[in-house]
């Protein structure tokens, strides 16, 4: 059984940053791991994911140049930095564990409990 739990979200005001962790216990040897985030009254969508061997990394248009997703296998943990945030970045951002490419909720095969983000204009 594989459990992701999330921190590092928070309150911040627009143009800062926030740092993401996820860490995992269980076998994810070969899953890719990634980002999801909802915000109030929106499905939930992609952020970034990043492969097993940390080779890959994909990201959503929205995100793109701001945030930056990295893994360290050896921790079994996957972070991610958040830059330049924005008000429409506030959301639950939740991790989650599936094969690759990972940009699809179908994709995911286990999910976090989800951390909260707030970004104040």
């Known amino acids: 059984q594989v459990r992701l739990v999330e921190s590092g979200g928070g309150l911040v005001q627009a143009g800062g940053s926030l740092r993401l962790s996820c860490a995992a216990s269980g076998r994810i040897n070969g899953y890719a791991v990634g980002w999801f985030r909802q915000a109030p009254g929106k499905e939930r969508e992609f952020v970034a994911a990043v492969n097993w061997r940390a080779s890959a990394t994909n990201y959503a248009d929205s995100v793109k140049g701001r945030f930056t997703i990295s893994r360290v296998n050896a921790e079994n943990t996957v972070s991610m930095q958040l830059n330049s945030l924005e008000p429409e970045d506030t959301a639950v951002y939740y991790c989650?564990?599936?094969?690759?490419?990972?940009?699809?909720?179908?994709?995911?095969?286990?999910w976090g409990q989800g951390t909260q983000v707030t970004v104040s204009s």
């Open positions: 989650a564990a599936g094969p690759w490419p990972l940009t699809r909720l179908s994709q995911a095969t286990y």
